[in-house]
């Protein structure tokens, strides 16, 4: 994250210490420590966290929830951070995970009340989504690509002219966009 928005980055995109503590204390739960440095150093950034055409963002801390009896989802045990309110996609991890350094992603969706496996990895999880914000949106001069067709990366650099200096960070989710 840090080499994304090298040039770009400004102490104010953080969460205080205080802030994210007030936010365990109101859900009595204590976050993986990849929740906690993300939302230090990230949690307001408006590189990331602005309305998405269609793509998953994160939640502003004061916005975590653990569903309710009225959350569609028939499982509750979730700590919900980041969604697609277009397609009312909500992404979290199981409270029992909570404890794990880099805990697996679940998927929920409006339609189907079950809870599916998105990522296995927390970290590559909030890595990948915010450079798909950041390059898809168009936010900062980033390109992506989605493994969707029989192109590489090295296709791509060869066609557009895409210097060798690029990083390539794979994507492992269960459920590709």
Request: aromatic residues 16%.
């Amino acid at each position: 994250m840090e080499e994304l928005l090298s040039g770009h980055y400004h102490e104010s995109f953080g969460n205080s210490e205080g802030e994210i503590a007030e936010k365990e204390a109101e859900l009595e739960i204590i976050f993986p420590t990849i929740i906690r440095d993300y939302y230090k150093k990230y949690g307001r950034c408006h590189y990331i966290t602005q309305n998405c055409n269609n793509q998953y963002e994160p939640l502003l801390l004061q916005e975590f929830f653990i569903p309710g009896e009225d959350f569609f989802t028939y499982d509750k045990d979730y700590l919900v951070f980041y969604q697609c309110v277009e397609s009312v996609i909500y992404c979290g991890i199981k409270i029992s995970d909570l404890r794990l350094d880099d805990p697996p992603v679940y998927i929920c969706v409006w339609d189907k009340p079950d809870w599916y496996l998105e990522n296995h990895s927390l970290s590559n999880f909030l890595v990948c989504k915010a450079l798909i914000q950041i390059a898809v949106e168009g936010r900062l001069p980033y390109w992506v690509y989605f493994e969707e067709n029989m192109w590489g990366l090295s296709d791509y650099r060869k066609a557009w002219q895409i210097c060798d200096d690029s990083i390539e960070v794979n994507e492992t989710t269960t459920t590709p966009a």
